[in-house]
C-alpha cells in the first residue's frame, strides 16, 4: 500500500521559512517523480516545484522561482521544499505528489499517488 505523508506546515510570518517534508512507502521511491502543488481557498491546485527521480533536475513555478528551493533524499525516500521569503500569498495547503518516471510535469493528473496535505499559513 503506497502512503504519502506531508509534514512541516505551520503559521508563519511573512518573510519567515518554513520546510516541508514528504515520505513515501509502498513504493520505488527512485523511480518517482516528485512534485509539489498547492490549494488555497477558493482557488485551483496549482503546481509549486519538482523534482526528477534522480534529483539531477528540478521545477519551479515561477511564483516560487528564487524562494523555494525542492531535494530529495532516495535513501530515506523523503522530498523537502525549503519555502524562503514567505508572502501571504504562499498559504495554502501543500500537496505532496509522486508520478512514475515523471518528466517534472506541472499538471495534477500526470501524478499517480498523492498525499493529505499540510497546511501553510503566512501572516502579514
Known amino acids: 500500500q503506497v502512503q504519502v505523508v506531508e509534514s512541516g506546515g505551520g503559521l508563519v510570518q511573512a518573510g519567515g521559512s518554513l520546510r516541508l517534508s514528504c515520505a513515501a512507502s509502498?513504493?520505488?521511491?527512485?523511480?518517482?517523480?516528485m512534485g509539489w502543488f498547492r490549494q488555497a481557498p477558493g482557488k485551483e491546485r496549482e503546481f509549486v516545484a519538482a523534482?526528477?527521480?534522480?534529483?539531477?533536475?528540478?521545477y519551479y513555478a515561477d511564483a516560487v522561482k528564487g524562494r523555494f528551493t525542492i531535494s530529495r533524499d532516495n535513501a530515506k525516500d523523503t522530498v523537502y521544499l525549503q519555502m524562503n521569503s514567505l508572502k501571504p500569498e504562499d498559504t495554502a495547503v501543500y500537496y505532496c505528489?509522486?508520478?512514475?518516471w515523471g518528466l517534472g510535469s506541472t499538471r495534477d493528473y500526470e501524478y499517480d499517488y498523492w498525499g493529505q496535505g499540510t497546511q501553510v499559513t503566512v501572516s502579514s
Open positions: 523534482i526528477s527521480w534522480s534529483g539531477g533536475s528540478t
Open positions: 509502498g513504493l520505488t521511491f527512485s523511480r518517482y517523480t
Open positions: 505528489a509522486a508520478d512514475l
